[in-house]
């Protein structure tokens, strides 16, 4: 798949970076697994959150994919550690939504953000209730996307690596998105 | 709003809440939990993930991250076999647990919910944490871990079949009292209002394990006696000492119905507590347990009901009882209660000598053709026809010129004993004041065959008495009285469609092609049946090509109309029809089933052979059902079947192995298997045949099918094997399951 230069060398310098403290966690260091795991477990999270719909079943798929990697042999270390793990979510997200058919559905997706004084909510509790129910209708891809630039803090050429899509895609996918977020925003932010 | 815009605005105003900390720790655990050697801190350098899995071995490492994973990978109560060390497997078994029913503490309802959901999937595994949890402090903790308790009990005892059918059942069940174990056993007997079960699908199986509970929360008699119904229509034979307690029950109307059900279902269990009810203080109570006996065949009971001879509010059900029994000792006892007993005494006496083939009732019968009791009269002219008692033709002769008051059963009981000296007589009352005259002795003569009385019956087709019509008409049918045929014409013209069904049915048997025209103006009639009637017969007659029609109508709304069709399908032989009768196999009207897969049997499809079995095995039974049955000889012996096609030659008399062997000599096919039937199948053949129908035309095969009774018969190449029914439905299965089709299935 075709990259941007600069997502490539942001790909690159994290991967880097990833490898080094795998390599220290093999060789005993648990801070190096405290590190890896704190620089990507809330992007895995909302991943795993926007394909589970389940806050519990995220938490699993995302203890799950860092296991995956630790049990790798170490003389077979994953090219690219954070693909790898996004790839684990995925594929054990889908098994576990062929199992339970979506049985259990989560449209608690977004939580109101912590007031910070001085600055005034512009959301109600019903906003958040009318984004959640937003999010939980958008298609899949949809979703993902938004989920991942929103609140997995990850930009759109890093998303298109790790979904392994077109960069185009995932713009538009992304534009499509939150365009039916805004439309709900402007229908609940109407004086 | 800008793209950019809303995304700032979503991510400043609303969050998703990460929980970090819980995310590291549970990893922190996980590794603390691992031997060290089995991830990370490699100090000689071999691979992590080739130590983990030498010491485990491939199928142990990818069960423990099964458990250890939960929702990703943990699987169903018992799906795989665990090939882990017991003890272990059951440690982390009970960590997992500890660690779900924690979070059933949770503030967040979502969570709370999953957690149950995880501790319900782990089924028998949580079981031991669960068990301590019940007692936690915290109420919703303890309340939650029986109800989940609970729950994974249920679900190890409820079937997939039952949970197909009552889904959510765990949950309510989990939820309830005994009560409801007790309203969901009765609730999967339920019928329709055909008397069908709503979830045929559930068997003994599916229910027994709900048995215990049910009985004890069966609150109330209504209650006990519904799950005792249920208990019969299910099959459960572990609900059996259930319902023989309701024989000795305080509650008079459980002792009724209890003695009611042991009889329907056949319970020798039963026999004991049967016996006792004969000194039942209640009537009806007595009369339920001496009819259940009767059937169940207790001949020990029979000195018992010989005693209830003398006991008027039951000597005639007490003498029909011995009569199926065969006591034919008791015969002058019965005779008296001819004589003294009350009318319902009376008419019993008289059907159980007449079952018992007692000859010297007839002249007691003459008499009681005169009886002021109906149901006497009727019994008393049935018993006449059944013993063939042409001795008293002359005197029921005499009687019916004496200007008797109940003139109509001496005149049916001449037809029935084939007395053709009568006719004239009987032509007298074609023109008779009384309805009831007029219309019985239009029925005689035609089984007469008193084609000579034709110009007397033609007017009576226009008789103000709608039933004295319709007898004109079928007789004028079975008569082949041509010349009728414009007056039956008229008739299609009749306001009431019954009138116009029957006088196509006529023309139809009379084949009456000149009345076409009158018959093709019914393919525009109001009514669905009669355009569908109309049809059949132009199609009969080849002046019509009538399977497109036909075909339509197999999905008309009215089910009476789809069995028409099928049936007229079949009769015509159209290949062709079979794909579309096939669906018609799941048609919810019973009847309609049956016509299809008699059909399809006569069309040479075994796909009708499942249908069929079946419908042969539905409780309770039809009558239709052991008819149906006969068909698969179509299937299995079609050239040997064929001879039954033909017709009677001869007017049947006997007793019924008589009338079956004059049947098999017509076929040219010997009866067989007679020697190996049970003493009480043995007495049923020597008993004196009570077939109306029985007079020449009827193709053989339906006369056989009439005159069964309790037997049903196997068609071979050369021979017409008589066996019991459920023996026959038990060759039949096995011939289904052996066929290559059955096993294709």
Partial sequence: ?191 | MTSEEIERLLKSELDIPVPEDRLSERLRAELRRRPAADLGGDAVGRPAQQRFFTRWGVVAAASMLAVVFGLVVTRPHGEEPDARPAAQARAESDVRAREWIERLRSENGLERDEARRRLKEMGRAALPELAKAIHDRDPEVAGAAREIRRFIEISGILTAPLLRAMPGLQERLAAGDDRLWCRTVIAAAAVDAEGRRVHPELREEDLDPLLGRAVRGAQSPPERLELCQAIVRLGLRQGIPELVKLLSDDDVVLRWKGAELARLKALAEAIPALRTLLADKEPAVRGSAIRALGELGDRASAPGLRRLLDDAAVAGIAAEALARLGVADAVPQIVEVLDRGDAAARSGALRALTRLGCRAVIPKAVVLLHDQDSTVRFDAAQALSVLDAREAVAEIIRRLREESPHRSLLIRALGALGAREAIPEIRRFLRSKDAGDRMEAASALARLGALEAASDLTPLLHDSDPLVRGNALLALGSLQARSAAPEIALLLRDPQPEFRRRSLEALRKLGARETASEVRALLSDSDDGIRLEALTVLGDWGLENPTPGLLRFLKHGDPEVRRSAASGLGRLGRREAIPALLPLLQDPYDLARLAAAVELCRLGSNKAAPAILQLASEEPPRTAYPWCLLHLNLLRQPEAWRKLGKPLTVELQGSNLEVLSEIAKQAGLPLKGLEDLSREDQAWLSLPCNLWSRHPGQPLGDVLASVLGPLSAVVERDRIRIVPRKDALAFWRSWWEQSDAGREK
């Fill in chain 1, 1 to 191: 798949m075709s990259q941007t230069p600069i997502a490539s060398a942001v790909m690159e310098s994290t991967e880097i970076d990833d490898q080094r403290l795998l390599r220290r966690f093999r060789r005993g260091d648990l801070e190096a697994l405290e590190a890896l795991h704190r620089r990507h477990r809330r992007a895995l999270y909302v991943f795993a959150l926007s394909l589970s719909r389940s806050p519990v079943a995220a938490e699993d798929l995302v203890q799950e994919a860092y296991l995956r990697l630790l049990e790798r042999d170490a003389s077979d270390p994953p090219r690219r550690v954070r693909s790898f793990l996004f790839t684990v979510v995925r594929n054990a997200a889908t098994d576990e939504l062929r199992r339970r058919r979506r049985s259990l559905e989560s449209h608690r997706w977004v939580a109101l953000s912590r007031a910070r004084p001085g600055v005034p909510r512009r959301f109600s509790e019903a906003t958040a209730q009318a984004i959640s129910g937003a999010l939980a209708d958008l298609p899949d891809e949809q979703r993902e996307v938004v989920m991942l630039k929103v609140y997995g803090d990850l930009g759109l050429a890093e998303i298109a690596e790790l979904l392994d899509v077109p960069m185009g895609t995932v713009a538009s996918r992304y534009r499509y998105g939150i365009e039916k977020l805004g439309g709900v925003l402007r229908k609940e932010l109407e004086p």
